[in-house]
């Protein structure tokens, strides 16, 4: 079946610094990509989504693209803040996100001032 | 713009009784999805109903129902309730017709005693 392997956690880095978590996935046909950001105690948020290889997804200076050579959609961030910390939860769905998603286990992410 | 809303927030109940949990999805969507999250871990989809028929099953109890109503509301009805129920169930909304991206409520925490 579809599975989703997230980068262990926790991640702790000082603010600026250059954020990396690497995101694999295993599907059957073309999934669609999605990372959701979970802060605390709140529920998920859309962070991005990529729907096609090669596609890349931004947003809040956020980014990722969809690498089907790899099967990897990892997050990137080129400079973080104390604001950033949360889970982050790389997910897919079959046929272009009409159905459930698998989500990874989730990466916690600490930003120090 | 408008989102998912859940209802309530917050529920205590004691071992063996019954919770119903509800959905009110996106205006327009016409899919909703039903997720648990125990603590520390990532969401698991339990059941999804499409134009309020149910559409895909995953880990769900037989202990627990649900249903998706002529307004496109959606209730969790849980019976029997255990310790490990506890946890953190979301329902996300799609319009699955334009692009299926799925919007997650706020969840409702659930604490079995």
């Known amino acids: 079946g579809n599975s989703v392997t997230q980068m262990e956690g926790p991640v702790t880095l000082s603010e600026e610094a250059f954020l990396t978590i690497n995101c694999t996935y295993t599907a059957t046909g073309y999934p669609s990509l999605f990372w959701y950001v979970q802060y605390p105690g709140e529920g998920l948020q859309l962070l991005l989504k990529?729907?096609?290889?090669?596609d890349k997804g931004s947003n809040k200076g956020f980014e990722a693209t969809y690498r089907k050579e790899t099967t990897s959609f990892h997050l990137e961030k080129g400079s973080v803040q104390v604001s950033d910390s949360a889970v982050y939860f790389c997910a897919l769905s079959d046929i272009r996100g009409a159905q459930k998603l698998v989500f990874g286990q989730g990466t916690r992410l600490t930003i120090n001032p | 713009a408008a989102g998912v809303i859940q209802s309530p927030r917050h529920l205590i109940k004691e071992k063996r009784e019954t919770a119903t949990l509800k959905c009110y999805p996106i205006?327009?969507?016409?899919?909703v999805y039903w997720y648990q999250q125990g603590p520390g871990q990532d969401p698991q989809f339990l059941i999804s109903?499409?134009?309020?028929?149910?559409?895909d099953k995953g880990s769900i109890p037989d202990r627990f129902s649900a249903q998706q109503f002529s307004d496109y509301h959606s209730e969790l009805n849980m019976s029997s309730l255990e310790l490990g129920d506890s946890a953190l169930y979301f329902c996300?909304?799609?319009?699955?017709?334009?692009?299926?991206?799925?919007?997650f409520g706020p969840g409702t925490r659930l604490l079995v005693l």
């Open positions: 205006p327009r969507h016409d899919t």
């Open positions: 109903f499409y134009e309020k028929m149910q559409s």
């Open positions: 990529a729907t096609k290889a090669d």
């Open positions: 996300a909304s799609s319009l699955v017709l334009r692009e299926g991206t799925q919007y």
